[in-house]
Every structure is written in structure tokens, then in C-alpha cells.
């Protein structure tokens, strides 16, 4: 009946088969194509004689939701381009919905965003186990625009819908079953003939598909008494959840409840106004940049690690300490075998400890059973003897942070290992190509930075040194993915990405308490700004003799920038003892709560020894400025020197590994939204303070040229 690029329509026995098949793609999205070929297909299916409609993939999944690819340039063109983008898929839904046959939708895999919305413009949805499905538009700031805040109150009640739009999570098959999402879950395999079966009953009229479709198009079944105790409760318990940053989640329950008393078409319209009111905010700007910028990522990640001509099927860890349980736990985790080896036996039992630990949680949260459990800690093989990690595809160095150590330990592992085996260290500050100068097979040596704590950072820096070959970036970039994390691959200098970023961005701070701004203020500030903690609140939980011995490396490698002339007040409560967290005492004090968590509170003791002044003469913006300045200045000069391939990359390597605002889109995003050139002219006021506060060449640069880090964005056709 039709044949397109995205999308066919077959017929079968007087049942239409409309399958969606992306050629040349992985998934199946909604693009403009796709859309475009929907609309050609349905004028198709008004016009036949068929008895009814079943929707399907032939890819591995239903469909991951739109392209959002497409979602920047249009986002840029204001309102009413907006609304013409979504209006053509809008009135595609309303045409399905409105068909003169029943429809079944069979949903495979992820069945996510506008993939979902479709499903819920057909009669029936019927899915196999594999289903995850979701509406995960508030990540990325806005709300579900083609039907989603609509029909999901309609077909699975408000509260459920509430729940599922404004958390943005995935769902299983047995969860949207419960919930009232979805109708069936059949056998792997069978969705088709279940659909066909279930629709040709519908068409017959033993099953009433009509009271169903009714139910979608009609007002909300909620009463004057129940919409305001359903709406008015969950804005401010899901508001506070989300954050001021994040008006999303709130705006979708306006929609909502706005539309309680409307028609389909009224609600539809409804959508769109609240839809467009976030879209074209710098919050949705910035949160689709983090999305695009992530998969851009992943890509290259994946397409390196496919130069791995033997991915590792096993590791090693060096050193079983916090650090060393951690990698050691990852591994088992993810199914891949570990040998943990210690000079004694003290430093096993705190690593298997570390690891038991964390999988017992999982266990807790019901994200693992006890036997899978025993599994995984079966995959970890503890050791005391250097022949026993022999056979490790990978070996990973986390010993301390000392070079000599470092390469005492590296060179007796080497001497162990098989000849096409890679050994990688996890330093967070050490020079690669030093460490290496003393292996006889630097090239099948690199760094691979992992952060603290392991399970719960995503991110892994896998550092180049002047020998290392690019199978070995290959083959660790690969065992990165493996273990669930997101690799970025960067060239060799002191403090690699991360580090070298964040200490400049610490030595703002020193400055700021040096002029007399009270830390706990500046804590107030950059939070407030976005930051999940505060550079003291920060210092503290990274510890500060860690701090204070990683400034000292970063000083030496960049002393005109680094070097100070004062005592900080991290080197001041470092020299009383107060390390941090770790001690219980750092900037703040730390109790423990019922769970056994750090709770922080006021430390008397630091106010004491640094005082608590507050020079009011340095603003709020004053304290944004004097902290990001450094921190833009030393991202552009990684990106100039190449440390780091492209302005996405670096941008997810902060957001990653140090928490850096997503609602603000990445550190060089914001600064190309700022403006680069009105960014160099605001620094003019603070150059006074040194080289930390005058503009990197590359910055220099973009600004006089008027450009920009990122790529101009593409202009968008109809």
C-alpha cells in the first residue's frame, strides 16, 4: 500500500501492517521524514477498505522518540516555528486516534517519548518483556508536546501520568502493565499475531475499541473536588524534587490540570501553549545541547572502541584500597572477571569489603538478587601474588599517588603480564609519559582515570602518553564502555582534563577567601547557581590532603597561573588536620546520619581559624565571575592545545567529573550563549587579579572574530 525510506505499509488478510524500518539507522525516530511519511501513509489507509491497523517495528526496538537532533535549530527560530514542527505529528496522532478501524500498536525495546505518544494515540498496546517505555521529555526541559500530558491522564489515570511524565523514567513491560499503559504482554516473538488477533476482534466488535477511544477524547474523569487535591499536591512535592532550575516537571502538571474539563482538541492546544513556554528557554537550550553533545560522545566512544582487535574479557586491579574495590566492583558488576591484588592481606579485605558493600546495596534497592550477588563477588579474585594476574587482558594500577611507587609497581606487573596485554594507571595527576618512560612497552601503556566514587561517577578519562598506540587507546576505551562508562579520550598534561580545569577554578576560591568573601557565602552562591556543591563543601568531600597535593602538582606544571604568594584556607585547616570528610572536619563538620551518611553542619573551628568576614564590596556576579572565569580560560586553553578533541567533549567531561550545572549546557555552551566577545569584555574588570583572569588565546581569539566554540547551528528548511 506505501513504501517509504522511514516507514511501509503492508496488507494482510484486510489488516493493514505499517511498519516503521529507518534505513541506514540503528532505531527508528521521528524525524521530519518520518513524519512526513506518516501523514502520506495514513491518507493511504483513510481511503482503503481495510478492517484495521497494527503498527510495528522491524528493529530491535519500537521507537526511541523524536529526533532531537532537530530539536536545537527549530528551538532557536522562536514560537511559531515550534508549533509548526510539532503540528504536522499532532494532527498524524489525531488521525490514527480518529481512524474508521480499530488500531494495536506492538511494542518492543525502548518505546520512548513521541514512540510512547504514538502508542497511546492507537486503540490497544500490546508489548513483549524487552518493553522500557517512558516519556523522558522533562530531561531535556520541556514536556511531552505531541499528545503525552493529553492522553496519558485519559488512559492510565492523572496520578499515573504525573508520576510518569514529570520523573522521566523508564518503564518494564510488568510496571506499564500494572499502571494501565499498556493492554497485554505476550511471548517474544508472537507481537504480530497477538495484534492481528486482537484487532480483527475489536473490528468484529466482540471487543468495544470505541468506549476506549472515547474515554481518550474526551474530558478528564476527575471531579471539582479530586483535580485540585490530584494537581495542587504533587506541584509542590514534585517542584521541590526538581528544583527553580528545572520548570519542566511543574509545567507538565499545569498542562494537566489546565486541560482537565477539555475535548482532545482544546487539551491539544493546551499542551502547545505550555510545551512552547519551556521550549524556547535556555534551560531547554542548554539540556538538549547536554543530550546531543552525550550521544556525540558515546558515538566516537563506540566507533574507537571498535579499533579494539581483542576487547578485554578480563582485568586486573593493582592496590585493593577504596579506589581499587571500586574498579574491582565495577568489573564484577558488569560480568567481567577481576583479579584484585594487595602487598597484604589487610588491603583485600578493605577492597572486597568496599565492593561487598556496594553490591549489598543494589541488593537493598532490589536492582540485584542475593544470588546475583554471590555471583558477582565470585567474579573477584583476591591475591597477594604478582604471577596471579597474568593471564588479566587488563591490568589497572591504583596504588598511590606517587610516582616512584607508580612505577615500581607498573614495571613488576609488566614483567608478569602477556605480551599483548595492556596495562593502564589510574592517576589523577601523574604524567603518563613519565610513568611510562619506564616500561619497555610504552605503548601498550596508557592512563585511565577513573573517579571517586567509582560506581557512581560516569565518567573515565583515558589519557594519551607520547608512546601509547592507538590499539591501546582502542582496546581501554572499549573496557570503559564495558563498564558502563562514558570515556573521553585526552592527551597527556599535568592534571589531564578534569583536574587541570577544576584547580584553576579552586584557586578562584582561595582568592575569593584570600579577599575576605566568607567560603560558606560562596558555597550559598555557586550552589545557588547550579552547582550541586560549593568549592569548600567540593574540597571537603575530594579531601583536602588530596587537594592540597594535586595543587601542588598543577603548580609546578603551571606556575604563572597556579603558584601562590599566600596561604590558603584549604593549606590552613590541611595544616591543622582537618582533611575533610574523611576526618570529620574540613571547611564544615560532618556527623553521621541514621543511614551511616555524612551530614554537614558548622565547623566552629575553621571559623575560627579563618574568620568570618564578608566583603560586601564583591557581589554575587562577582562571585560567579571570579570562579568561572578560571575555569573557561584553562577549558579553552585544552581545547587550543588539544588536550581535548572538541568543545562537546570537554563540556561532558565537566559535566561528568565535576558536576557542572546541566540546565546551563556545559561550560563552553554557556560561555557561547553568554556571548564569548561580552564574556571577554567582562573579564576586563577582574584582569587585575592575575593570569587566572586574563583571557586564553583561543578566547581571545573567538571573541574578536565574534565566533563562537560550538558550530553555528544549521538553518532549518520546512
Given at each position: 500500500?506505501?513504501?517509504?525510506?522511514?516507514?511501509?505499509?503492508?496488507?494482510?488478510?484486510?489488516?493493514?501492517?505499517?511498519?516503521?524500518?529507518?534505513?541506514?539507522?540503528?532505531?527508528?525516530?521521528?524525524?521530519?521524514?518520518?513524519?512526513?511519511?506518516?501523514?502520506?501513509?495514513?491518507?493511504?489507509?483513510?481511503?482503503?477498505?481495510?478492517?484495521?491497523?497494527?503498527?510495528?517495528?522491524?528493529k530491535?526496538?519500537?521507537?526511541?522518540?523524536?529526533?532531537?537532533?532537530?530539536?536545537?535549530?527549530?528551538?532557536?527560530?522562536?514560537?511559531?516555528?515550534?508549533?509548526?514542527?510539532?503540528?504536522?505529528?499532532?494532527?498524524?496522532?489525531?488521525?490514527?486516534?480518529?481512524?474508521p478501524?480499530?488500531?494495536?500498536?506492538?511494542?518492543?525495546?525502548f518505546?520512548?517519548?513521541?514512540?510512547?505518544?504514538?502508542?497511546?494515540?492507537?486503540?490497544?498496546?500490546?508489548?513483549d518483556?524487552?518493553?522500557?517505555?517512558?516519556?523522558?521529555?522533562?530531561?531535556?526541559?520541556?514536556?511531552?508536546?505531541?499528545?503525552?500530558?493529553?492522553?496519558?491522564?485519559?488512559?492510565?489515570g492523572?496520578?499515573?501520568?504525573i508520576?510518569?511524565?514529570?520523573?522521566?523514567?523508564?518503564h518494564?513491560?510488568?510496571?506499564?502493565?500494572?499502571?494501565?499503559?499498556?493492554?497485554?504482554?505476550?511471548?517474544?516473538?508472537?507481537?504480530?499475531?497477538?495484534?492481528?488477533?486482537?484487532?480483527?476482534?475489536?473490528?468484529?466488535?466482540?471487543?468495544?475499541y470505541?468506549?476506549?477511544r472515547q474515554?481518550?477524547?474526551?474530558?478528564?474523569?476527575?471531579?471539582?473536588?479530586?483535580?485540585?487535591?490530584?494537581?495542587?499536591?504533587?506541584?509542590?512535592?514534585?517542584?521541590?524534587?526538581?528544583?527553580?532550575?528545572?520548570r519542566?516537571?511543574?509545567?507538565?502538571?499545569?498542562?494537566?490540570?489546565?486541560?482537565?474539563?477539555m475535548?482532545?482538541?482544546?487539551?491539544?492546544?493546551?499542551e502547545?501553549?505550555?510545551?512552547l513556554?519551556?521550549?524556547?528557554?535556555?534551560?531547554?537550550?542548554?539540556?538538549?545541547?547536554?543530550?546531543?553533545?552525550d550521544?556525540?560522545?558515546?558515538?566516537?566512544?563506540?566507533?574507537?572502541?571498535?579499533?579494539?582487535?581483542d576487547?578485554?574479557?578480563?582485568a586486573?586491579?593493582?592496590?585493593?584500597?577504596?579506589?581499587?574495590?571500586?574498579?574491582?566492583?565495577?568489573?564484577?558488576?558488569?560480568?567481567?572477571?577481576?583479579?584484585?591484588?594487595?602487598?597484604?592481606?589487610t588491603?583485600?579485605?578493605?577492597?572486597?569489603?568496599?565492593a561487598a558493600?556496594?553490591?549489598?546495596?543494589?541488593?537493598?534497592?532490589?536492582?540485584?538478587?542475593?544470588?546475583?550477588?554471590?555471583?558477582?563477588?565470585?567474579?573477584?579474585?583476591?591475591?597477594?601474588?604478582?604471577?596471579?594476574?597474568?593471564?588479566?587482558?587488563?591490568?589497572?594500577e591504583?596504588?598511590?599517588?606517587?610516582?616512584?611507587?607508580?612505577?615500581?609497581?607498573?614495571?613488576?606487573?609488566?614483567?608478569?603480564?602477556?605480551?599483548?596485554?595492556?596495562?593502564?594507571?589510574?592517576?589523577?595527576?601523574?604524567s603518563?609519559?613519565?610513568?611510562?618512560?619506564?616500561?619497555?612497552?610504552?605503548?601498550?601503556?596508557?592512563?585511565?582515570?577513573?573517579?571517586?566514587?567509582?560506581?557512581?561517577?560516569?565518567?573515565?578519562e583515558?589519557?594519551?602518553?607520547?608512546k601509547?598506540?592507538?590499539?591501546?587507546?582502542?582496546?581501554?576505551?572499549?573496557?570503559?564502555?564495558?563498564?558502563?562508562?562514558?570515556?573521553?579520550?585526552?592527551?597527556?598534561?599535568?592534571?589531564?582534563?578534569?583536574?587541570?580545569?577544576l584547580?584553576?577554578?579552586?584557586?578562584?576560591?582561595?582568592?575569593?577567601?584570600?579577599?575576605?568573601?566568607?567560603?560558606?557565602?560562596?558555597?550559598?552562591?555557586?550552589?545557588?547557581?547550579?552547582?550541586?556543591?560549593?568549592?569548600?563543601?567540593?574540597?571537603?568531600?575530594?579531601?583536602?590532603?588530596?587537594?592540597?597535593?594535586?595543587?601542588?602538582?598543577?603548580?609546578?606544571?603551571?606556575?604563572?597561573?597556579?603558584?601562590?604568594?599566600?596561604?590558603?584556607?584549604a593549606?590552613?585547616?590541611?595544616?591543622?588536620?582537618?582533611?575533610?570528610?574523611?576526618?570529620?572536619?574540613?571547611?564544615?563538620?560532618?556527623?553521621?546520619?541514621?543511614?551511616?551518611?555524612?551530614?554537614?553542619?558548622?565547623?566552629?573551628?575553621?571559623?575560627?581559624?579563618?574568620?568570618?568576614?564578608d566583603?560586601?564590596?564583591?557581589?554575587?556576579?562577582?562571585?560567579?565571575?571570579?570562579?568561572?572565569?578560571?575555569?573557561?580560560?584553562?577549558?579553552?586553553?585544552?581545547?587550543?592545545?588539544?588536550?581535548?578533541?572538541?568543545?562537546?567533549?570537554?563540556?561532558?567531561?565537566?559535566?561528568?567529573?565535576?558536576?557542572?550545572?546541566?540546565?546551563?549546557?556545559g561550560?563552553?555552551?554557556?560561555?557561547?550563549?553568554?556571548?564569548?566577545?561580552?564574556?571577554?569584555?567582562?573579564?576586563?574588570?577582574?584582569?587585575?587579579?592575575?593570569?587566572?583572569?586574563?583571557?586564553a588565546?583561543?578566547?581571545?581569539?573567538?571573541?574578536?572574530?565574534?565566533?563562537?566554540?560550538?558550530?553555528?547551528?544549521?538553518s532549518?528548511?520546512?
Amino acid at each position: 500500500m506505501f513504501q517509504g525510506e522511514r516507514l511501509s505499509v503492508s496488507v494482510e488478510n484486510n489488516i493493514a501492517i505499517l511498519s516503521f524500518d529507518a534505513q541506514a539507522n540503528s532505531v527508528n525516530t521521528f524525524n521530519r521524514q518520518t513524519v512526513a511519511e506518516l501523514d502520506l501513509a495514513l491518507t493511504k489507509l483513510e481511503h482503503s477498505d481495510v478492517q484495521g491497523l497494527v503498527l510495528r517495528s522491524a528493529k530491535s526496538s519500537f521507537m526511541v522518540g523524536a529526533d532531537v537532533h532537530e530539536f536545537a535549530p527549530v528551538f532557536q527560530l522562536g514560537e511559531a516555528a515550534i508549533a509548526k514542527h510539532l503540528s504536522k505529528n499532532i494532527d498524524n496522532f489525531n488521525r490514527i486516534e480518529d481512524l474508521p478501524f480499530p488500531s494495536v500498536a506492538c511494542l518492543n525495546s525502548f518505546t520512548l517519548g513521541g514512540g510512547m505518544e504514538l502508542a497511546l494515540a492507537c486503540d490497544f498496546r500490546i508489548a513483549d518483556a524487552s518493553l522500557k517505555m517512558g516519556l523522558p521529555e522533562t530531561k531535556l526541559g520541556i514536556i511531552p508536546g505531541w499528545g503525552g500530558t493529553v492522553r496519558l491522564p485519559r488512559v492510565a489515570g492523572a496520578d499515573t501520568a504525573i508520576e510518569w511524565i514529570c520523573s522521566g523514567r523508564e518503564h518494564s513491560a510488568k510496571q506499564a502493565l500494572k499502571a494501565g499503559v499498556i493492554d497485554a504482554i505476550v511471548e517474544v516473538g508472537g507481537l504480530q499475531e497477538s495484534a492481528m488477533g486482537l484487532v480483527r476482534e475489536a473490528a468484529s466488535g466482540a471487543i468495544d475499541y470505541q468506549s476506549r477511544r472515547q474515554r481518550k477524547v474526551q474530558p478528564l474523569a476527575l471531579n471539582a473536588v479530586e483535580s485540585p487535591m490530584v494537581f495542587e499536591s504533587s506541584k509542590g512535592v514534585v517542584g521541590a524534587a526538581a528544583g527553580r532550575h528545572y520548570r519542566a516537571p511543574v509545567q507538565a502538571i499545569k498542562a494537566m490540570q489546565a486541560a482537565t474539563t477539555m475535548a482532545r482538541e482544546q487539551a491539544l492546544e493546551v499542551e502547545l501553549k505550555y510545551f512552547l513556554e519551556v521550549a524556547v528557554s535556555s534551560v531547554a537550550r542548554s539540556l538538549v545541547n547536554v543530550f546531543t553533545s552525550d550521544q556525540a560522545l558515546t558515538k566516537k566512544a563506540k566507533k574507537l572502541a571498535q579499533g579494539a582487535e581483542d576487547p578485554a574479557e578480563s582485568a586486573a586491579v593493582l592496590g585493593a584500597g577504596i579506589m581499587g574495590g571500586g574498579i574491582a566492583y565495577q568489573c564484577a558488576v558488569k560480568k567481567i572477571p577481576v583479579t584484585l591484588k594487595d602487598i597484604n592481606s589487610t588491603g583485600i579485605e578493605l577492597g572486597l569489603a568496599e565492593a561487598a558493600k556496594l553490591l549489598q546495596k543494589r541488593v537493598e534497592k532490589g536492582r540485584l538478587s542475593t544470588g546475583e550477588m554471590a555471583q558477582a563477588l565470585n567474579r573477584i579474585d583476591p591475591t597477594l601474588h604478582y604471577p596471579d594476574i597474568a593471564a588479566a587482558d587488563v591490568v589497572i594500577e591504583a596504588v598511590v599517588e606517587n610516582v616512584k611507587v607508580k612505577q615500581s609497581v607498573l614495571a613488576e606487573a609488566e614483567a608478569v603480564i602477556d605480551a599483548d596485554a595492556v596495562l593502564v594507571s589510574n592517576t589523577s595527576t601523574i604524567s603518563i609519559t613519565a610513568l611510562a618512560s619506564q616500561l619497555k612497552s610504552p605503548d601498550k601503556f596508557c592512563g585511565m582515570h577513573f573517579f571517586n566514587p567509582v560506581h557512581a561517577m560516569p565518567l573515565v578519562e583515558v589519557i594519551r602518553g607520547e608512546k601509547t598506540s592507538n590499539q591501546t587507546i582502542a582496546t581501554v576505551t572499549a573496557l570503559a564502555l564495558a563498564l558502563g562508562k562514558k570515556p573521553v579520550v585526552v592527551n597527556d598534561c599535568p592534571g589531564f582534563l578534569v583536574n587541570r580545569v577544576l584547580f584553576p577554578y579552586f584557586a578562584g576560591f582561595a582568592q575569593l577567601v584570600r579577599d575576605g568573601v566568607d567560603y560558606q557565602r560562596i558555597d550559598k552562591v555557586m550552589e545557588g547557581w547550579g552547582w550541586p556543591m560549593g568549592p569548600a563543601y567540593l574540597l571537603d568531600v575530594v579531601g583536602l590532603d588530596t587537594a592540597i597535593h594535586a595543587e601542588a602538582v598543577m603548580a609546578d606544571g603551571f606556575p604563572d597561573r597556579l603558584s601562590r604568594d599566600y596561604t590558603s584556607a584549604a593549606q590552613t585547616l590541611f595544616e591543622k588536620g582537618m582533611y575533610g570528610q574523611k576526618t570529620q572536619a574540613g571547611f564544615y563538620r560532618y556527623a553521621t546520619d541514621a543511614k551511616g551518611r555524612p551530614v554537614k553542619e558548622v565547623n566552629d573551628s575553621a571559623l575560627d581559624l579563618l574568620g568570618a568576614p564578608d566583603n560586601s564590596d564583591i557581589t554575587d556576579d562577582d562571585i560567579v565571575m571570579r570562579m568561572m572565569i578560571p575555569m573557561v580560560n584553562e577549558l579553552a586553553r585544552c581545547l587550543d592545545e588539544e588536550v581535548v578533541a572538541t568543545a562537546a567533549e570537554a563540556d561532558m567531561a565537566m559535566l561528568y567529573g565535576t558536576g557542572f550545572p546541566p540546565h546551563r549546557g556545559g561550560v563552553l555552551f554557556w560561555v557561547d550563549h553568554y556571548g564569548v566577545s561580552q564574556f571577554v569584555d567582562d573579564m576586563q574588570a577582574f584582569a587585575a587579579l592575575g593570569p587566572l583572569y586574563q583571557p586564553a588565546k583561543l578566547l581571545q581569539s573567538l571573541a574578536t572574530k565574534q565566533a563562537s566554540f560550538y558550530p553555528a547551528a544549521a538553518s532549518v528548511g520546512d
